[in-house]
């Protein structure tokens, strides 16, 4: 499989560069794992935030209503119980709730090969000499992107960040610096336009081929 490949200056190249099938050819017929690893991304990022209180915790409400017996209402100890309006919240969240999800190696990284083998076959991933944006402006930065004809949603993925670029791509609406080892499934499937480095690439491959030793 064959993509469009991009100088560093943004000018197309005279060849395109093959990519490795072990990684970028799969044929992807089911989208469970896919959609499993998508929401244990969600998941692994939500913040655990929501906490309500139990009629224990709520103040107020230490005297009784009205008198056990004898006024025909029902019997009531608190008017902070969960049955009263300024009560406690029976049921509610604590604060302590473990929403993460994990898999397993390898199943993570066969969600990545088949997340980047669905791009690569949409046409959305591109590659690049390097990226570099010396002056550290948006504005070299965006014109880097038109030059690679990009999406409204671009992924850069590179070796390693460096400031400068991290400083121009930081204002740009929809676009996105992520380190090759850090590479998700959530930031692949929403992804546009997917541009890699070539060191980018040799990461990728190192650690998701079949020939890679990081693979399991």
Request: overall charge positive; some cysteine; hydrophobic content about 40%.
């Given at each position: 499989m064959?993509?469009?490949?991009?100088t560093k200056?943004?000018?197309k190249?005279?060849a395109?560069i093959k990519?490795?099938?072990?990684v970028?050819g799969?044929?992807?017929?089911?989208h469970?794992?896919?959609?499993e690893?998508?929401?244990a991304y969600?998941?692994?990022?939500?913040t655990?935030l929501?906490?309500a209180k139990k009629?224990?915790?709520v103040r107020?409400?230490g005297?009784?209503?009205?008198?056990?017996k004898?006024?025909?209402?029902a019997?009531?100890?608190?008017?902070?119980?969960?049955?009263?309006t300024?009560g406690g919240?029976?049921?509610?969240p604590t604060?302590?709730?473990?929403?993460?999800?994990?898999l397993?190696?390898?199943s993570?990284r066969?969600?990545?090969r088949q997340?980047?083998?669905?791009?690569a076959?949409?046409g959305?991933i591109?590659?690049?000499?390097?990226?570099?944006?010396?002056?550290g402006?948006a504005?070299?930065?965006?014109?880097l992107?038109?030059?690679?004809?990009?999406?409204?949603?671009?992924?850069?993925?590179v070796d390693q960040?460096e400031?400068?670029?991290?400083?121009a791509?930081?204002?740009?609406?929809?676009?996105?610096?992520?380190?090759?080892n850090?590479?998700?499934?959530?930031?692949i499937m929403?992804?546009?336009?997917?541009?890699i480095?070539?060191?980018?690439?040799e990461v990728i491959?190192g650690?998701?081929?079949?020939?890679g030793a990081?693979n399991a």
């Amino acid at each position: 499989m064959a993509v469009e490949s991009f100088t560093k200056a943004g000018a197309k190249a005279s060849a395109p560069i093959k990519l490795d099938k072990s990684v970028f050819g799969l044929k992807v017929d089911d989208h469970g794992l896919l959609k499993e690893a998508y929401l244990a991304y969600l998941a692994n990022g939500r913040t655990n935030l929501a906490k309500a209180k139990k009629r224990g915790q709520v103040r107020g409400g230490g005297a009784k209503p009205w008198r056990q017996k004898g006024t025909g209402r029902a019997r009531v100890g608190s008017s902070r119980n969960p049955l009263w309006t300024g009560g406690g919240v029976a049921f509610g969240p604590t604060g302590d709730e473990n929403y993460t999800k994990r898999l397993t190696t390898r199943s993570k990284r066969l969600a990545l090969r088949q997340a980047l083998s669905m791009a690569a076959d949409d046409g959305r991933i591109k590659l690049i000499d390097s990226l570099v944006v010396a002056d550290g402006k948006a504005k070299s930065a965006a014109g880097l992107l038109a030059k690679l004809k990009c999406g409204s949603r671009t992924l850069l993925v590179v070796d390693q960040k460096e400031r400068l670029l991290e400083r121009a791509t930081a204002n740009l609406s929809g676009c996105s610096v992520v380190s090759a080892n850090y590479l998700n499934v959530f930031d692949i499937m929403n992804a546009d336009s997917i541009v890699i480095t070539k060191k980018s690439l040799e990461v990728i491959n190192g650690w998701l081929s079949d020939k890679g030793a990081g693979n399991a």
